[in-house]
């Protein structure tokens, strides 16, 4: 029988939980409960009705950490887990920090202003993730934490761009207003979910920037630990899903960005087997 952890993991972030069976089955639950917090975290702002409430949610998390690393971790089903996880493997509080901040800027409408803001949206939320089940994994610097800060970037921009409609249904835009302005993008085709060449250049330009991030991180395979691989195999699949939108020209709005199960465990463990990602 799945934990709580695990079943969140699961049903809302397929891909982590899929990464996350491939660990030493040791640290299965630690990582659970790292995903599982940052699914609590990363799902603020369609969990409240206005932005006060989410910063009062982002508060209780906060506050929830602070107690965590005062040894009084509140009773919450992700809490006391997630406790459990820091205390073994001693996990660094300031990546935790950094995730919380860094969705902040979901309780807004503005876009991202730029493309490097973009990219520091990504690294603020998903390379800080990617460091965090680094520590659970064995490596706590070095390589594998250079690869992350590249990787992370890189999943956290496929990521954005494989959600590009359902955050366009409810009116939020991810992609940076400055690459929209240059190629001559309206937001309101965004918003009414019509897509053409404008949109497509605009993705083009983010998938771009997420490759060469990628390439960046596998720049260090060589001297990456084997027991960092199962942190940094989101790196596999963001090449998967990044080559499904070049095939479809870019237009995220043809069809959902999916890739069937089977395939992307069959990858995954191809991936793991042979060290990469």
Not at 48 to 61: A, H, K, Y
Not at 126 to 143: F, K
Not at 167 to 181: E, S, V
Request: charged letters at 25%.
């Amino acid at each position: 029988m799945l934990s709580y952890c695990a079943g969140q993991v699961r049903a809302h972030d397929r891909d982590r939980y899929l990464t996350a069976t491939l660990a030493p089955a040791d640290r299965h639950e630690a990582l659970f409960a790292l995903y599982a917090f940052n699914l609590e975290v990363a799902r603020t702002r369609e969990m409240v009705s206005e932005p006060m409430v989410g910063q009062i949610r982002l508060q209780w998390w906060r506050e929830a950490v602070d107690g965590i690393y005062a040894n009084s971790p509140r009773a919450h089903e992700v809490v006391r887990p997630l406790a459990a996880a820091v205390e073994r493997y001693d996990l660094s509080r300031a990546y935790f920090e950094t995730l919380i901040d860094a969705r902040e800027f979901d309780l807004g409408d503005d876009p991202p202003a730029t493309k490097e803001d973009l990219n520091d949206y990504a690294k603020d939320t998903s390379s800080t993730l990617m460091c965090l089940a680094l520590e659970i994994l064995g490596p706590r610097a070095g390589p594998a934490h250079k690869a992350a800060n590249y990787v992370g970037v890189a999943w956290g921009l496929t990521g954005l761009l494989r959600a590009v409609v359902f955050h366009a249904r409810a009116r939020r835009q991810y992609l940076p207003a400055d690459l929209m302005r240059e190629a001559g993008a309206n937001p309101t085709d965004l918003f009414e979910l019509r897509g053409g060449q404008a949109l497509a250049s605009v993705a083009r330009d983010v998938a771009s920037t997420a490759r060469l991030a990628l390439i960046a991180g596998r720049g260090f395979r060589r001297d990456v630990p084997r027991a960092a691989i199962p942190a940094l195999l989101p790196g596999t699949l963001a090449e998967m899903y990044l080559r499904r939108m070049d095939r479809l020209g870019h237009d995220l709005f043809a069809e959902p960005i999916a890739i069937g199960q089977p395939a992307l465990q069959f990858r995954l463990l191809r991936a793991a087997l042979l060290g990469r990602y």
